[in-house]
């Protein structure tokens, strides 16, 4: 087929509810005339086709429209239309859960203290209705599709749970005469039914709830783009949509503005903030000839630049598209409860079929009665009221107690794969160090009183727009000096500031600075200089027109609680890796003070995923614990992902796991809180099954030849309401844990 006949296009899509419709999208769409591959990103609700330009896009619909689903095809942003179907999903299921939940209230409160009032099952005749067939409806929908792909999970379970007990207790209300006649009680379960789709309901809300945050990160990223820009003509200044933007544009500028597209600067110079590609809290000098970035801030000059890559082809848009890609590219994990269900199903209906069979064979006179009481009382006994609150239940209960430790979990899976992770990459500035500079060391040439000269170093630095400048303003502030008024001031680009006071000129900058004004370093001073170089100090020096007064060494500081928590972590067998776009100098001096050994300076965010999936595929669970922007597509490609709560909203939003605080010892705490959820969840499934087994038999009338017990459908309910107590009480032990 011809190269270019084939395009590739991604559309929305609509009516998929879990990782088997996606699956069944996949399928019918790659079996379509003119279609080359199909790949649907369930976490983004899209699909990627690549087609024969022959084919359109309304027979691409078509063909899905017929199993159920369809594709949003005339959007003019499809990220506005993914993220309006996830919210439409969202509100959706947010209306069924609270619809049934008011519904199945008084249902429950008759079924339980009013059991014997007639009029009572009329009326959980008439509310169970619209609770099972317009709320719940959804279970029955999936579980008929599952059906006819040959599988089952745990919407097949409600379903088929729900419907038999609704039919029996249907049954029930009209015929009671059936049971009465044989010296039985007709008893109704709308109550068992009812509750087990609201609780159930209220899961795939949260489970929706988490979905639709990921599209907030992007739509932030996106954000970071400007709407319009600056463009100089021959005519002047003129201001345009960042659509209409051409290669070879002069573009301005101003300060506080973000850059729009990627270039090079043609003219001025200025400091720009690139922490969302770098990570590193300086500000970069930029002038002729030197490369800009879309998204990063300009901070107080004015420039002009020429640009070179628009639209897609912008290092901003590039981190979109691979964060959405890594956000899709991760299957969900099918559950735990949905692979026992897929057994658990099919079991318990055969089951249920042979109790049936077996009465019918030798149950005597009463054949039927029993044959169809005992298979009941298997379904009502077997129901996944107990299967469907053992994971949901933990889960809350642990995202809980995270809460309360300044760990916040916005995913069910994080938490389910947290104690798996055996490899942890930690971004170094404002993830290790406090993610600002400041100083760390001051010597002075004379140590006797320097007020005074503390008083024209703040009066210098606090005029110049150096962004280190400021840590030295701070630092000075704090010991309570006054800034005196200087009679001239001038700032030397690349090199630093000068200023008169009292007709002597002092200045503040780097060593091109010192040499300009003819001074040099004495030999102690100079390997001073060196020592502080090594540990990752940026060296600033201070002095008039005689002499050097001072050196000042400034760096981004390790936090105080990242040395232990690196401790705890290799402690616990976890293999601690550190990622910088700083220089290697840097990074190697914080490394070897925390004991980290696998290490990477001068990273770009691509690097950083990039280098996520290496250990992926070296078959390491990891999680990736960052704070920037540039962190986000390795927090989106990571296994588990945790963000430094006062970094970028994009970063938390990205993140399944943010930290309130910034103190790196809940890292640890979280892999904890984990496992502790983990065992729960496990502990759970055991009550769960444990009824099951023993109930199973007793009610399929085991025990009749022995002394004649047969389990009532309705004890057999009691049964199963007891089971989901006793998993709730299990749940709730994880609050008095520690982590």
């Known amino acids: 087929m011809n190269k270019e006949m084939i395009q590739k296009q991604t559309f929305p899509v609509t009516g998929m509810t879990c990782a088997a419709c996606a699956s069944s999208v996949e399928t019918i769409l790659t079996h379509t005339d003119g279609v080359q591959s199909a790949v649907v990103n369930f976490a983004t609700n899209t699909v990627q086709v690549e087609y024969n330009q022959t084919t359109n896009p309304d027979l691409l619909n078509e063909a899905l429209t017929a199993i159920g689903y369809g594709l949003i095809i005339n959007s003019k942003d499809i990220n506005e239309s993914i993220e309006n179907e996830q919210d439409k999903k969202y509100q959706d299921v947010k209306k069924r859960t609270i619809g049934a939940a008011i519904l199945t209230l008084p249902i429950f409160i008759l079924g339980m203290f009013f059991m014997d009032w007639d009029p009572g099952k009329w009326i959980s005749l008439a509310l169970s209705i619209p609770v099972l067939f317009y709320f719940g409806k959804s279970f029955y929908i999936n579980a008929w599709k599952q059906a006819k792909n040959g599988k089952a999970n745990m919407d097949t379970l409600v379903a088929l749970s729900t419907g038999i007990a609704f039919l029996f207790s249907l049954f029930n209300t009209l015929f009671p005469e059936f049971w009465t006649s044989k010296g039985l009680m007709p008893h109704v379960y709308y109550e068992a039914a009812t509750v087990i789709i609201t609780f159930i309901s209220f899961g795939k809300m949260l489970e929706e709830k988490a979905k639709s945050n990921t599209s907030s990160a992007l739509k932030k990223l996106i954000g970071l783009q400007p709407k319009t820009l600056t463009i100089i003509t021959e005519e002047g200044e003129k201001s345009i949509p960042i659509k209409e933007v051409q290669i070879g544009d002069r573009i301005l500028v101003r300060p506080g503005e973000k850059v729009p597209v990627d270039g090079s600067v043609s003219a001025g110079s200025s400091f720009i903030d690139e922490s969302m590609i770098s990570g590193e809290p300086i500000p970069v000098e930029k002038t002729s000839g030197n490369p800009v970035f879309a998204g990063t801030i300009n901070q107080k000059g004015s420039f002009q630049f020429i640009a070179e890559k628009v639209g897609g082809a912008t290092l901003l848009s590039q981190i979109i598209q691979r964060?959405?890609?890594?956000?899709?590219?991760?299957?969900?994990?099918?559950?735990?409860?949905?692979?026992?269900?897929?057994?658990?199903?099919?079991?318990?209906?055969?089951?249920?079929?042979?109790?049936?069979?077996?009465?019918?064979?030798?149950?005597?006179?009463?054949?039927?009665?029993?044959?169809?009481?005992?298979?009941?009382?298997?379904?009502?006994?077997?129901?996944?009221?107990?299967?469907?609150?053992?994971?949901?239940?933990?889960?809350?209960?642990?995202?809980?107690?995270?809460?309360?430790?300044?760990?916040?979990i916005r995913d069910a899976e994080s938490l389910e794969l947290g104690h798996r992770v055996n490899a942890v990459i930690l971004d170094k500035t404002g993830t290790i160090t406090e993610g600002k500079p400041s100083v760390k060391t001051i010597e002075w040439l004379h140590e006797n009183d320097n007020s005074d000269e503390s008083s024209i170093l703040l009066a210098l630095e606090g005029q110049s727009e150096h962004p280190l400048a400021s840590a030295v303003v701070r630092y000075l502030e704090v010991k309570g000096n006054k800034k005196v008024s200087l009679e001239s001031f001038e700032s030397i680009t690349g090199q630093g500031v000068k200023a008169k006071y009292l007709g002597k000129e002092f200045f503040v900058g780097n060593l091109r600075l010192l040499k300009k004004f003819n001074l040099s370093l004495s030999q102690?001073?100079?390997?001073?200089?060196?020592?502080?170089?090594?540990?990752?100090?940026?060296?600033?020096?201070?002095?008039?027109?005689?002499?050097?007064?001072?050196?000042?060494?400034?760096?981004?500081?390790?936090?105080?609680?990242?040395?232990?928590?690196?401790?705890?972590?290799?402690?616990?067998?976890?293999?601690?890796?550190?990622?910088?776009?700083?220089?290697?100098?840097?990074?190697?001096?914080?490394?070897?003070?925390?004991?980290?050994?696998?290490?990477?300076?001068?990273?770009?965010?691509?690097?950083?995923?990039?280098?996520?999936?290496?250990?992926?595929?070296?078959?390491?669970?990891?999680?990736?614990?960052?704070?920037?922007?540039?962190?986000?597509?390795?927090?989106?490609?990571?296994?588990?992902?945790?963000?430094?709560?006062h970094g970028s909203d994009i970063a938390m939003d990205v993140a399944k796991i943010t930290l309130i605080t910034s103190d790196l010892q809940k890292v640890p705490q979280a892999f904890n809180l984990s496992k502790l959820t983990v065992n729960g969840i496990k502990q759970n499934l055991f009550w769960a099954f444990i009824y099951n087994l023993i109930g199973i038999p007793v009610a399929a009338g085991i025990l009749y030849p022995i002394n004649g017990f047969l389990l009532d459908p309705m004890i057999a309910g009691a049964a199963m309401a007891m089971s989901s107590v006793s998993v709730v009480a299990n749940s709730l032990r994880l609050k008095g844990k520690k982590i």
């Not at 055969?350 to 049936?356: E, K, Q, V």
């Not at 064979?361 to 298997?378: K, M, P, Q, R």
């Open 323 to 408: 964060v959405q890609e890594a956000q899709g590219s991760k299957a969900p994990v099918q559950k735990l409860v949905d692979k026992i269900a897929g057994v658990f199903v099919p079991t318990v209906l055969g089951i249920a079929f042979l109790t049936f069979i077996i009465w019918m064979a030798f149950g005597g006179e009463n054949d039927f009665t029993h044959a169809l009481l005992t298979s009941i009382a298997v379904l009502v006994i077997a129901c996944p009221c107990a299967l469907g609150l053992a994971t949901p239940t933990a889960i809350m209960v642990g995202m809980g107690k995270g809460a309360e430790n300044n760990i916040l």
């Open 524 to 645: 102690e001073w100079k390997d001073k200089a060196e020592n502080w170089e090594q540990e990752a100090q940026t060296v600033v020096y201070f002095g008039n027109e005689d002499e050097l007064i001072a050196m000042i060494g400034i760096q981004d500081q390790i936090k105080a609680s990242s040395k232990s928590a690196i401790k705890q972590l290799h402690k616990m067998g976890i293999e601690v890796h550190m990622l910088t776009g700083d220089n290697q100098h840097t990074a190697e001096s914080v490394a070897k003070d925390l004991g980290i050994k696998q290490f990477k300076a001068g990273v770009l965010p691509s690097d950083k995923s990039e280098y996520v999936k290496l250990l992926q595929s070296q078959g390491k669970i990891v999680a990736m614990v960052g704070d920037g922007i540039n962190d986000s597509e390795a927090l989106a490609q990571a296994d588990v992902s945790i963000a430094m709560g």
